[in-house]
């Protein structure tokens, strides 16, 4: 398996809005509805959304045999580095990327002197639930979502700790 963790290039824009758009529906539909994943694509994966995250060096990309299959994007807030969007497409999920991805992340938070990285699943979302607290990462608090829609969960890591076994 050839599988390339790199950052992602203006080139690379509308293979990264495309992983998004393989991804939700069968992520969300079963958890939020079709409405959910009509606004998400809508309103997050679009190449005008999506651009200047690029641009800004934010979102990492999985390339296996040339093709973008996954993405990472990180951002701030208030003051902790956010794990804002990781997504492989459904037909190479479980095949370690999202590993290779998220370890590349957490490499880099280190490497440029970030201790804590969040991020944040739906409730329900039990695939995420269990790859998050397999690298360590423990909850720290709930968001509503509001309409019907599944509590965020929100789950931090502190990156400076050996990671758990
Ligand atoms: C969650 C996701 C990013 C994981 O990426 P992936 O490439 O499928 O996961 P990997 O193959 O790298 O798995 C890494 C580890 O997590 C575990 N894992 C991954 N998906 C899992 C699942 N659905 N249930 C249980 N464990 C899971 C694997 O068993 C593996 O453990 P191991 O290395 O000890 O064997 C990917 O499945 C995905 O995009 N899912 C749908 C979208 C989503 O929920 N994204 C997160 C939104 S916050």
Do not use: C
């Given at each position: 398996?050839?599988?390339?963790?790199?950052?992602?290039?203006?080139?690379?824009?509308?293979?990264?809005?495309?992983?998004?758009?393989?991804?939700?529906p069968q992520t969300y539909?079963?958890l939020a509805g079709e409405?959910?994943?009509?606004?998400?694509?809508?309103?997050?994966?679009?190449?005008?959304?999506?651009?200047?995250?690029?641009?800004?060096?934010?979102?990492?990309?999985?390339?296996?045999?040339?093709?973008?299959?996954?993405?990472?994007?990180?951002?701030?807030?208030?003051?902790?580095?956010?794990?804002?969007?990781?997504?492989?497409?459904?037909?190479?999920?479980?095949?370690?990327?999202?590993?290779?991805?998220?370890?590349?992340?957490?490499?880099?938070?280190?490497?440029?002197?970030?201790?804590?990285?969040?991020?944040?699943?739906?409730?329900?979302?039990?695939g995420a639930e269990r790859?998050?607290?397999?690298?360590?990462?423990?909850?720290?608090?709930?968001?509503?979502?509001?309409?019907?829609?599944?509590?965020?969960?929100?789950?931090?890591?502190?990156?400076?700790?050996?990671?758990?076994?």
């Amino acid at each position: 398996m050839g599988v390339v963790i790199r950052p992602a290039t203006a080139y690379d824009v509308d293979a990264v809005v495309d992983v998004g758009r393989r991804t939700w529906p069968q992520t969300y539909t079963p958890l939020a509805g079709e409405d959910y994943v009509r606004m998400g694509l809508d309103k997050w994966w679009t190449v005008a959304a999506t651009r200047p995250l690029v641009l800004a060096g934010k979102a990492t990309v999985a390339e296996l045999d040339g093709e973008v299959v996954g993405v990472a994007v990180v951002g701030p807030l208030t003051g902790d580095l956010v794990l804002f969007r990781l997504y492989v497409v459904p037909e190479h999920q479980g095949m370690g990327i999202g590993r290779l991805l998220l370890e590349d992340v957490m490499t880099t938070a280190r490497e440029t002197g970030h201790r804590i990285l969040r991020l944040s699943y739906l409730d329900g979302n039990a695939g995420a639930e269990r790859f998050y607290q397999g690298f360590g990462f423990v909850e720290s608090h709930r968001e509503p979502t509001g309409d019907g829609i599944p509590d965020s969960i929100w789950v931090v890591r502190d990156l400076w700790e050996q990671e758990q076994s």
